[in-house]
Structures are given as structure tokens and as C-alpha cells.
């Protein structure tokens, strides 16, 4: 379901008026990635499926330090 404009103007306000700041209490990770040439195209651009994949080892790291312990994923592709 769409948002009318209205709602959608009025969240867009609101995030913009939030002051974000580094404080928190949740965990941090900073994943750091090469990009092998074999996976960008002629423009330099990733594939889509390798950055899906780095997607979801961002999720998983953060997962795992949000309960403190590795957990478990049901993959419904293969990352290479």
C-alpha cells in the first residue's frame, strides 16, 4: 500500500529535524570490502548478487553481535 503525499512529506520532515548522533548502546561493525575485478561489469558496477550477498554477511555480523553468539540463516541462494 502507498503512502498519499501528505504522509509521506510529513515523515521525510521528521527524519530530517531527527539529530542523529554516534551515542548508542548497540553493537558496531565496520565491514571493509575489495571488490574483485571479476565481479564488476564493464561500467564498474557490482552485480547485483554480490552485493546481496555483502548485504546479507552485513546482516549476519550484525545479528550476531546484537545476541552476542553466531546464529543460523536459511539461505535461499549460494554467495561465491
Not at 503512502?3 to 530530517?16: F, Y
Not at 571479476?38 to 547485483?48: K, R, T, Y
Amino acid at each position: 500500500m502507498a503512502l498519499d503525499r501528505p504522509t509521506r512529506q510529513r515523515i521525510k520532515e521528521l527524519m530530517l529535524a531527527e539529530e542523529y548522533t554516534a551515542a548508542t548502546d548497540a553493537p558496531r561493525t565496520a565491514p571493509r570490502l575489495l571488490v574483485p575485478p571479476g565481479v564488476v561489469n564493464w561500467g564498474g558496477d557490482a552485480h547485483g548478487g554480490t552485493v546481496m550477498c555483502w548485504i546479507d554477511e552485513a546482516a549476519y555480523a550484525c545479528a550476531s553481535a546484537w545476541v552476542g553468539e553466531r546464529g543460523d540463516a536459511a539461505v535461499a541462494g549460494r554467495c561465491a
